[in-house]
T-cell receptor, first 115, second 111 residues
Framework: NAGVTQTPKFRILKIGQSMTLQCTQD?????MYWYRQDPGMGLKLIYY???????DKGEVPNGYNVSRSTTEDFPLRLELAAPSQTSVYFC??????????????FGPGTRLLVL | DQQVKQNSPSLSVQEGRISILNCDYT??????FLWYKKYPAEGPTFLIS?????DKNEDGRFTVFLNKSAKHLSLHIVPSQPGDSAVYFC??????????FGTGTSLTVIP
């Protein structure tokens, strides 16, 4: 199992550009999440999905969009990139949030710099 | 508004001693708590969890304690090893679908 994979690892964007951060998991997990981590801060939830075709907003959704057409993939779209979106983005997945033996498995992160 | 707080940004401990990392939360609806460990340039990895029906959970050298009345949890690492040097995040969930993370504590275990 590759677990959770994210691409790209690092990207520089100019203000106003758009990009899609890719996330794929091969564990057949229902739940998928996108977080951002700013320097010296904890992870903030951007969007999450409880299954294919179902997404919902987290704490900090503004400036982002997501889709979940398959169980495996959960891309995050940035439209009109702004310097405030400079951050490290983590994708995660879990089977469920109810099973005490389960938790979130994280990808290695995508470092994004908006200039 | 930070619902999960880790007030110590860093902690240094001698190898072999106990490391105690603390976490406070404000939302009384939180009932499931986790600790994650994160190395530089990697994603967080799950360490240990506890539900609100327990006050202690052990896994090898790692023990998590939960004090619901104080809205406080702590992670004990005994004995601490140099490989434990990492950033530790606590997280909480309120039986919904969202996890709320603290800001992290950077642990350095000195050989």
């Amino acid at each position: 199992n590759a677990g959770v994979t994210q691409t790209p690892k690092f990207r520089i964007l100019k203000i106003g550009q758009s990009m899609t951060l890719q996330c794929t998991q091969d564990m057949n997990h229902n739940y998928m999440y996108w977080y951002r981590q700013d320097p010296g801060m904890g992870l903030k939830l951007i969007y999450y999905s409880v299954g294919a075709g179902i997404t919902d907003k987290g704490e900090v959704p503004n400036g982002y969009n997501v889709s979940r057409s398959t169980t495996e993939d959960f891309p995050l779209r940035l439209e009109l990139a702004a310097p405030s979106q400079t951050s490290v983005y983590f994708c995660a997945s879990s089977y469920s949030v109810w099973d005490l033996q389960e938790t979130q498995y994280f990808g290695p992160g995508t470092r994004l710099l908006v200039l | 508004d930070q619902q999960v707080k880790q007030n110590s940004p860093s902690l240094s401990v001698q190898e072999g001693r106990i490391s105690i990392l603390n976490c406070d939360y404000t939302n009384s609806m939180f009932d499931y708590f986790l600790w994650y460990k994160k190395y530089p340039a990697e994603g967080p990895t799950f360490l240990i969890s506890i539900s609100s029906i327990k006050d202690k959970n052990e896994d090898g050298r790692f023990t998590v304690f939960l004090n619901k009345s104080a809205k406080h949890l702590s992670l004990h690492i005994v004995p601490s090893q140099p490989g434990d040097s990492a950033v530790y995040f606590c997280a909480a969930s309120d039986t919904g679908n969202q996890f709320y993370f603290g800001t992290g504590t950077s642990l350095t275990v000195i050989p």
